[in-house]
């Protein structure tokens, strides 16, 4: 065989081999819970979403309506 091919045919068999290996180990793994937040606060009638932000912290959301300036809530 040329070397091309016998390399080619090696990666390949790796590649192989560490896909049953990685199907194996999340096989094995129990499933995560769904992690459950609880906001203090609900959106008001009128008011808009702006935005909302994943923080280290937390999450960050930016609410308000089109009329008055939005309120900065960090939960």
């Known amino acids: 065989m040329q070397p091309g091919v016998v390399l080619i045919v ?8 560490a896909m049953v290996i990685y199907r ?7 499933p995560k819970k ?3 937040i609880d906001i203090p606060f609900t959106i008001k009638d009128g008011q ?3 935005g909302v932000e994943d923080t280290g912290e937390g999450i960050d959301f930016y609410m308000g309506n089109y009329r008055e300036g939005g309120k900065y809530y960090d939960y």
Request: no cysteine.
């Open 10 to 17: 090696y990666l390949a068999a790796l590649f192989i081999l």
């Open 24 to 30: 194996h180990g999340l096989a094995n793994q129990p």
């Open 34 to 36: 769904p992690q459950v």
């Open 48 to 50: 808009t979403i702006f």
